[in-house]
């Protein structure tokens, strides 16, 4: 059997930001596990040498922006959602070798379900994704495993869209070059760019949005994100991206340690630092 691993660590650029560790610490510690999780924040020039570091250290962790296509390269394997997604956001060390998996789609997913109610995937569904980086790749491989569903893609740069979108064609049905026509129709808008994230911006007017659409956000910051915020001001379903950060790390507490994550105790540590 593999061994725990004794250090956990984020890598990203920055990462002073993220909340991961406040609630993989609590995790930890509720688990009674000797280990501790820390946020790197290493440069892409660095990430090589770091990487090969925590190989022969053992150790596993989780990726985010913006090194996960770049760690996904440098896995001797990955699970079949990675390699779908084209990205890594949770690493862990077998036999000397490192392996990669996308808890992002699970996250994503998990996110949705609670939004939008019912136990099974969402179905029949026009649904909205604003992106094209790694976040989008992760939603559109989720959308891929729910019934009947398509999307309307639009990113900020054309060509970006256009290679995501021949990537995924299974689920794109069109692209749109601005995000007011990509929701038009839509029942479901996802917001899997970084717009919202440091200021009060909205990635779409929510006028824009119909009325019996629901929103996903995958930002969260403290007091929700302002399309969050503006959507349900107009009547609508929505939800930012804390919801999605606890699953796809609980689904990787679950992938490092083989036991059953205290989600309560994340949600707690979570909900606790965003409200301080
Ligand atoms: P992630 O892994 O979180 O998806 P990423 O790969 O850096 O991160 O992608 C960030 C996404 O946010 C991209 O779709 C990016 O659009 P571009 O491809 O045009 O760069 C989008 N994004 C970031 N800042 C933006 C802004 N100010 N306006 C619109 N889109 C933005």
Redesign the pocket.
Known sequence: MTPRPSRLVLLGHPVRHSLSPVFQNAALQHAGIPARYEALDVPLEALDGCVRALIAEGAAGNV???H??AVAALCASRTPLAERAG?VNTFWVEAGALIGDNTDVAGFASLARQLLGGDAPPRDLTIAV????????AVLTAIEQWPNCTTILY???PA??DRLARRFATVVRGTADDPVRAVAGCGLVVN????GLADD?H?VPVEAIPRTAAVLD?VYRPGETAGVRAARARGLRAADGAGMLVEQGAAAFERWFGVPAPRDVMWNALAERLAS
């Not at 604003?130 to 790749?137: D, F, I, K, P, S």
């Open positions: 985010t922006v913006p996960k296509e990205a604003l992106g094209a980086g790694g976040a989008a790749a990113n900020r740069t970006r869209r899997a760019t970084s717009v911006v990635p995958l």
